[in-house]
């Protein structure tokens, strides 16, 4: 998240000549045909850089996609135009008019429309109250939720947007509460629709239902932005694709003309392998072993329900699923940060999965190591430096602890450098506190940790949420690698093409079970997709 | 999300120094309203406070206590635990100290130092270690807890006072006097080895280098230890924590089992150190100050040490302007109020201009 710290009155001089400002001007009768128009928008926080002077036109009528790296501007230079940032400098034209957007009010009332990654619902509210929330006609609600009852009915007939009006958000899917939002959006009589990476959270058959809609409303006449790092929904659903990085506007594209791998080029700045280059595995014994693993929450609600599976030496198993379904808790289990009932045993001895000899220690001292899918929760300390970063949950080593009483800090210092060095991490300064990298490089320092101790066993929750295609790449190479050296390898993702080029079997959970297990060259997104939804 | 980027230098000197500097400058309008001269008052508290030896040895006495309790409340929050029982730690200290001197027969104030300190700090930790206990295995929050025990402490201390040490026929509930073997040597004795000549008047003693001692033993607890390197982990990210095995309840015990023993030593400097007897008020509030010394001296051992002497001068300063002038001995606890609250409550509203001209230069 960019940090909101008042920027520097710094205004930077109107970067266009005369000339391009003139042409600009002669075709502002054919810029009618564009929805929204950007020029010159540029935004620094301090030092930092996250707009630089973009210009962009979507044409009306379309779905244009944005695409970039965590950290290209794209989230920045959408708040911008829904009035949450102010640009330091350059014009925002709706519908060929010049229009001032200084709060997400003057958005809305400019006909934009913006749909968030992280929902903004009152989850004990229903549907109708969540859509009338901020826009009641009058002090009484009732002839405004009278209103938004007869528009929902007619939504849902149009664009296949149906959602029970007097349901409760909290009872409702996510691919549900998103159909909300976008209601939300629409009450408000928005043309022009933002989407900020809609489909993270949805299965794959909730994001073709997304993208139906999303063609719906484009037919009616509405002009939808897609913000995304997806390839594939890019090449699926827009008409034309914007690449972003390092906060500058790289090029645009008719997505019909152009290909995931040069959208892969233009936003990495270089060429990148989509596809992971992994030998067949070569599995070796039995190392983990669970069986009738069940877990009960604080609410009484069942998370796990009778898991059972084996790991071997030498291969990665994959457990594919949407965000929610026992994924996150299997992984706490097996590391030792939560109690569970059941069964489990390490290369045949016995492995406690409750009682005093359960914890992340334990685990540890079993050579089972663990990159949890929260690297700023849990995988790291943000306000340690990088080399105290290295020594958590290795701090009782006796590598760093020659005395009894002492750690020894240079030590460890040392070994930071030369886990930085062998992971690549930038910049490889053991004395940066880990809130100071960037995504990728403090997901690096966290593989390092754990993958630099040679464990046997190794639990990896989402290894790439959050991290550019370039250390992707990497960080997918270093799993194979540990998985060639003889490691078992449990990988839990949400991303389900990650799950598909790195694991050797798939194993799909829903609802807390196992609902199955493909090898990845005889299964494909649409078979997981319908396990992952419980409906195989 | 907010939060401006300051250089860690100007965080640690930049940002308490102007909190400071204008805790002073409301306090000088406030006395200029009540028709005295700030610039005077001024004067008459640096000089009453840091101007002879006199003045100083009070300042440093003040400042040990502080010192103590200011160490205890810093170890605590550096696993974000906030021990506001300090109060009642130190009168559990006392009390320590009090059996140790009254009941055994000590041959020689090294001795009885040594038996004291541990007296005060095994006291302290005790009483430190039930709310710790509570919080971790129960979820009680340290800060209601600790609050609590702070009453409970001087009622406990009330009857032990009134009913267990008061000497036969006196009025007064307090502890007979200790035996002289174990009065503590003044830093004027100390000095006096190397022949400094130093005030024999202040109570000033012994105590303030265990105090110093005590911020290096902290630094290096929390910086060059493993258990520090836990207890900070902790305070930072308890989902952290858990994940590197790092048990919450253990850390929790501990830290407050430290953070109590600290709080209890300060009962070596006031009630061995200088009344030689055990009264009711023995920690005169230096529980509650410690809270405002760590705040000020941003939870770092040397910070601490600092702040501790600025909170000397305001008392030894203040006691000075109450002496000899006609601002009330109320506008003195008034400054106080103001710097506690400048340094403490409303950092963030020095900090943000100060940031705000960091990244102004860094943008230029």
Known sequence: MITAWTASARRSDPRMTQAQTQAMRQDT???NAFAIELRGISKAFGPVQANKDISIRVRRGTIHGIVGENGAGKSTLMSILYGFYRADSGEILINGQQTDIPDSLSAIRAGVGMVFQHFKLVENFTVLENVILGAEAGAMLRPSLAKARGLLKDLAREFELNVDPDALIENLSVGHQQRVEILKALYREADILILDEPTGVLTPSEADHLFRILRGLKEQGKTIILIT????????????????????MVATRTTSETSPTELAELMVGRKVLLRVEKTPAMPGPEVLRV?????????????????????????????AGVAGNGQSELLEVLAGLRPAEGQAWMKGAPLPLSGPDCDAQARRARRIAHVPEDRHRRGLVLNFHAWENTALGYHNDDAYNPSPWKMDNAAIIRDTQAKMAAFDVRPPDPQLKASGFSGGNQQKIVLAREIEHTPEVLLVGQPTRGVDIGAIEFIHQRLITLRDAGAAILLVSVELDEILSLSDRIIVMFDGRIMGERAPDQTNAQELGLMMAGMA | MSRGRIPHWADVTLVPLASVFLAFVISGILIWAIGESPWAAMKLMVEGAFGSSYGWGYTLFYATNFIFTGLA?????????????GEGQALLGGLGVALVCLYIPWPHWSLALIAASLGAAVFGAGWALIPGYLQAKRGSHIVITTIMFNFIAASLL????????????????????????????????????????????????????????????????????RLGFQIRAFG?????????????????????????ALAGLMAVNSVMGEQQRLVLNAVEGAGFIGIAVALMGRNHPFGVFLAAILFGFLYQGGAELALWTGIPRE?????????????GALDNMVRIPIARIFAMRGAR
């Not at chain 1, 790092?229 to 500058?248: A, F, N, P």
């Not at chain 1, 009960?296 to 084996?310: C, H, K, P, T």
């Not at chain 2, 003693?205 to 265990?210: A, E, Q, V, Y």
């Open chain 2, 73 to 85: 409340v810093a170890v605590a929050f550096q696993a974000r635990l906030f021990n506001i029982g």
């Open chain 2, 331 to 343: 506008l003195i606890v008034v400054i106080q109020a103001l710097v506690i609250l400048f340094t």
């Open chain 1, 229 to 248: 790092h997806k390839l594939r929904e890019i090449m699926d659903v827009t008409d034309e694709v914007s690449v972003m990085r390092r906060g500058e």
């Open chain 2, 158 to 225: 009330g009857y032990f006072l009134v009913n267990v040490l008061r000497p036969q026929g006196a009025q007064d509930p307090s502890s007979p006097r200790f035996p002289s073997e174990t009065a503590l040597p003044k830093l004027h004795e100390i000095l006096g080895v190397f022949g400094i000549p130093f005030s024999t008047v202040p109570p000033v003693n012994i105590s303030l280098l265990i105090a110093v001692g005590m911020c290096f033993a902290v630094w290096f607890m929390l910086w060059r230890t």
């Open chain 1, 29 to 31: 009768a054919a810029s």
């Open chain 2, 236 to 260: 930072e990210s308890e989902p952290a924590a858990e994940y590197a095995g790092i048990s919450p309840v253990r850390i929790t015990v501990y830290v407050m089992l430290i953070s109590g």
């Open chain 1, 291 to 319: 069986e009738g693993l069940r877990l009960v929450d604080a609410q009484g609600v069942e998370r796990l329900r009778s898991i059972g599976f084996a790991l071997r030496a030498g291969e990665i198993v994959g457990i």
